[in-house]
């Protein structure tokens, strides 16, 4: 079931305490020379809809929230950020409309490592107000983290934005946006052991906040040199088979 191609008389008959409602949210900012700033929407995108496939009468697909909350990249232009406050208010707001149908189960399934913090209080302040309803979320590279740990060719550093990983998918779902002659590596890891930056590996206990500028001169933090189309349709098989998965959990 997919909410844009609802009606809304339709939408009033979903049996909601059968039926996950699914939220991808995405974010529209700089990833680098050589991919698009839609590149966070339209993977999470590809890949819910893919999950909404596999399910398609347990599942009510939302539309993806394009924007994200993204201050570390705005030094490189290109970017849009909500502000922590506005971001929260925004998902809630979204969250309350669909428990307003008579949601009972939500899964925010997120695209951007930056919505992880605002998404965290917006689990809290909607369980703290309707505590008959669940609602989770995900970061797909994170859910999958062993299935794309065993297609990776780079090593550690070699996954964090615009990297091996996110370009492969963008050259399998939209090859025609991936700008191939202005793929290059970059990154530099922070001063000092506790702070290494991977998508996937490590992850010392300690947290702090980088802006983007202080990891990249281009805005890549990776390996892009190792995409490509067909890794991309791995990756995609392989994420998309464990969000299903989950999702299936999430229903019982």
């Not at 290109?78 to 506005?86: C, F, K, M, P, R």
């Not at 917006?122 to 505590?131: D, G, I, R, S």
């Amino acid at each position: 079931m997919i909410l844009h191609q609802m009606t809304w008389p339709e939408v009033g008959t979903i049996d909601f305490n059968n039926t996950l409602v699914l939220i991808p949210v995405g974010a529209t900012e700089q990833h680098g020379p050589h991919l698009p700033t839609d590149t966070d929407t339209l993977l999470v995108s590809k890949l819910a809809e893919e999950t909404e496939r596999r399910l398609p009468s347990r599942i009510l697909l939302t539309p993806t929230t394009w924007l994200g909350h993204s201050p570390h990249h705005l030094s490189f232009g290109g970017t849009l950020s909500a502000e922590h406050s506005v971001y929260i208010s925004m998902i809630k707001s979204v969250c309350l409309s669909y428990i307003g149908m008579g949601a009972k189960r939500l899964w925010i399934v997120n695209g951007h490592g930056g919505n992880r913090a605002p998404l965290s209080i917006v689990l809290q302040e909607l369980k703290t107000a309707h505590k008959d309803v669940m609602v989770f979320t995900s970061e797909y590279w994170s859910l999958a983290k062993e299935e794309i740990s065993a297609l990776r060719e780079s090593g550690f550093g070699g996954m964090g934005h615009a990297c091996e990983l996110e370009t492969s998918l963008y050259l399998y779902l939209k090859e025609e946006g991936v700008r191939r002659s202005l793929i290059q590596d970059d990154g530099q890891q922070p001063d000092g052991e506790l702070f290494k930056q991977d998508m996937l590996l490590g992850g010392s206990g300690v947290s702090t906040v980088f802006d983007f500028h202080e990891l990249t001169e281009s805005g890549v933090f990776g390996e892009p040199s190792l995409a490509s189309k067909e890794k991309g349709q791995r990756f995609f098989a392989a994420i998309s088979g464990k969000l299903a998965h989950t999702a299936e959990l999430l229903l019982e």
